[in-house]
């Protein structure tokens, strides 16, 4: 399997100078600059932001433009639309990893998952450190840590699943990782589940994330339109900001009408780094 190792603090590196990039992206800030900024000397931020994107920090800027949002805003509804009119119903795709969506029942929704065992793992990620959790069924969460230390993470996960056993397994969900992050060293797998617990609407919004390709950009609005329910953008923004499971639904590609980018549950800067490196993949894959 040919991987890299990631870094959280190499992460958070990327991410100072991704924010700094995005807020300063008018003024075309140059590599010694940002490299300034987050005291590294040019050398070594260009090597490590390359390695870590896969481009250069000058060409990963275009991508943290509201006009280049907007472009892709209008590609993907397009693509949504032609899913929607040849009658696709596929679950969507990440890089070649197929993603189901299972609900739980609503009995088992009001017990808090009162038969399941869950096991979790921390792992690092491109974005920073995360906690993978899966069960019997499917993967139930994966969130990113950020300030959280561990025992806080393991404390959120026990209370959104109140009544599991909860259990630290990193052998357990070492492969899943593995899948989730590296899908291009698995040539044959089984589609990846997802567990989720949620009100109807809910699921069908996550559903719908799921169509949502890798590298596209959508709105809460055109979300609320390919669930049927074009008035519903504001319960919609509610829905995405529920999602447990980050990255695999990718509520990241959800931002707004104006080309900006909103809120996110891990926050902004994750969510603008996770935008930037789909687009340099899409861009240096297509």
């Known amino acids: 399997m040919n991987t890299s190792v990631y870094d959280s603090e190499d992460y958070s590196r990327i991410a100072q100078a991704i924010v700094f990039m995005r807020q300063h992206h008018l003024n075309q800030p140059d590599l010694s600059t940002v ?9 070594y931020f260009q090597r490590l932001f390359t390695q870590w994107a896969g481009i250069s920090p000058k060409r990963f800027l275009q991508y943290l433009t509201v ?3 907007k472009s892709k805003i209008t590609q993907t509804k397009s693509l949504l639309d032609l ?12 890089h070649d990893l197929f993603v189901n969506l299972e609900a739980m029942s609503p009995g088992e929704f009001k017990t808090g998952g009162a038969s399941l065992q869950i096991r979790y793992g921390i792992h690092d990620t491109p974005f920073g450190k995360s906690l993978l959790a899966t069960t019997s069924r499917g993967v139930c969460h994966l969130s990113f840590l950020d300030a959280l230390d561990e025992q806080t993470a393991e404390q959120t996960l026990r209370l959104e699943w109140r009544s599991a056993e909860i259990i630290h397994d990193q052998q357990a969900t070492q492969p899943l990782y593995n899948l989730i992050f590296y899908p291009d060293a698995f040539s044959h797998q089984k589609p990846l589940t997802l567990l989720v617990k949620g009100t109807n609407f809910q699921i069908q919004v996550w559903r719908a994330l799921l169509r949502v390709p890798f590298g596209g950009i959508t709105t809460y609005q055109n979300i609320a339109e390919l669930i049927g329910r074009p008035t519903a953008a504001r319960a919609v923004g509610n829905a995405v ?3 447990s499971i980050a990255y695999l ?3 990241h590609r959800v931002i707004r009408e104006s080309g900006e980018l909103g809120g996110y549950r891990w926050g902004w800067e994750r969510k603008t780094a996770i935008l930037g490196w789909e687009a340099s993949r899409t861009i240096c894959n297509s």
């Open 35 to 43: 490299a300034q900024h987050i005291g590294l000397s040019e050398y």
């Open 67 to 69: 006009e280049y949002a």
């Open 83 to 94: 899913t929607l009119d040849v009658g696709l119903s596929s679950p969507g795709r990440l």
């Open 241 to 243: 900001g529920k999602n």
């Open 249 to 251: 639904i990718p509520c």
